[in-house]
Structure formats: structure tokens, C-alpha cells
């Protein structure tokens, strides 16, 4: 096995126009259900930490605009069918109460898979404006956090670098906590919004 020093020295050696391959198969593959954490490593390792944080947060937030815009104009009429679950309408209507937080919240330190979020966004009644905005703001410190932590995997570890990897992960751990302790509407009160006209 290469060590991780010479897979950074592989990449650049293969130019510039590496770079651009790569975060468009980045933002490509991640509108699937693929992790994106693999390709989020991947960028601090190959590119450092500017470039690396720089583009993974533009490959992320293409894979989510074109995720939400595909379910919600191809798919969101064949699966709103399965959507009479109380649990599933409770969820729904949590996205379509608290948009932005909702969505930033599912961002922060991956609370769930990249692409479930983007599929759940679209398939619930959050608005694109506010959903694109907590996906960019809520993505960022768990994104430069990984990336950064892929930057000193190869050797090159500057503490302040460090030192602000492990303040994002602090970020997005007191995001969640703050999420979940802000109240919501109980979900016997979700579900009889959600079936009233």
C-alpha cells in the first residue's frame, strides 16, 4: 500500500485538469447514495486544505441542488403514495416547520447520509432557497473539518489546522444538541396539520 505522502504526490503530478476530474465525479457520484465522507478525505489528501475544503464544498452543494430538483420534479409524485406513515408525515412536517434548522441540523456531523437528506428535503415541503442555504451553512464545519484531517493524514500537520478541525466537529456537535433540544410541535399534532385541508 502507497503511503499517503505519495498519493498526494500521484495527484499532482497528474496536473491541473485532476482536479476538475475529480470534484465533477465528486459531485456526480454523491447525488447517488455514496458516501460522501470517502470523497470529502480524498480532497484534504490530494489538494490540502484550500483547495481541498474550496472544492468539496462546491462538488457537495451541486450533488444536493441537483438531488432535490431531480426527486421533487421526477420523483416526489410516485412517492408522496407512501407518505400516509404517521412517523414519515411527523419527519415531513418537522423539514417543512423548521426548514433551514431542519436541513442544517441534518447537515451537521452527517446526522444522516448525505444523499437521505437531499431525497428527504425534496420529498418534504422545505423551500429550495432555505434548503440550499442550511445545506451550504450546515455542511461547511464537518466538510472543512474532514477535509483537514485528510490534509494531515499526509504528513503535514499544522496544529492550527488541527486546532480548527477539531473546533468544526465542536460546531456541528453543539448544533445537533441545540437542535434537538428547541421544541417542536409533537407528532399527533404534526400529523393532524399535515391531514387537515
Do not use: H, Q
Not at 477535509?147 to 453543539?174: E, H, K, Y
Request: proline share 7%.
Amino acid at each position: 500500500m502507497p503511503s499517503v505522502a505519495s498519493v498526494r504526490t500521484w495527484g499532482e503530478s497528474l496536473g491541473p485538469a485532476f482536479a476538475w476530474v475529480f470534484f465533477a465525479a465528486y459531485a456526480v457520484v454523491t447525488i447517488a447514495p455514496f458516501p460522501r465522507s470517502t470523497f470529502t478525505v480524498m480532497s484534504g489528501i490530494f489538494f490540502g486544505p484550500v483547495v481541498g475544503f474550496t472544492g468539496a464544498m462546491i462538488a457537495s452543494t451541486v450533488a444536493a441542488i441537483v438531488a432535490f430538483w431531480f426527486v421533487r420534479t421526477v420523483g416526489r409524485d410516485r412517492v408522496r403514495p407512501y407518505l400516509k406513515k404517521p412517523v414519515v408525515r411527523a419527519v415531513e412536517y418537522r423539514l417543512s416547520r423548521r426548514g433551514w434548522l431542519a436541513v442544517g441540523s441534518l447537515r451537521l456531523i452527517a446526522a444522516c447520509p448525505f444523499s437521505v437528506a437531499n431525497y428527504c428535503s425534496a420529498l418534504s415541503s422545505v423551500r429550495f432557497v432555505p434548503y440550499l442555504v442550511a445545506t451550504v451553512i450546515g455542511m461547511a464545519p464537518g466538510t472543512a473539518a474532514v477535509v483537514f484531517l485528510g490534509d494531515a493524514m499526509t504528513g503535514r500537520r499544522d496544529p492550527l489546522l488541527l486546532l480548527l478541525s477539531a473546533c468544526f466537529f465542536a460546531v456541528g456537535i453543539v448544533g445537533l444538541i441545540l437542535d434537538a433540544r428547541l421544541p417542536v410541535s409533537s407528532s399527533r399534532d404534526a400529523i393532524e396539520t399535515s391531514t387537515s385541508p
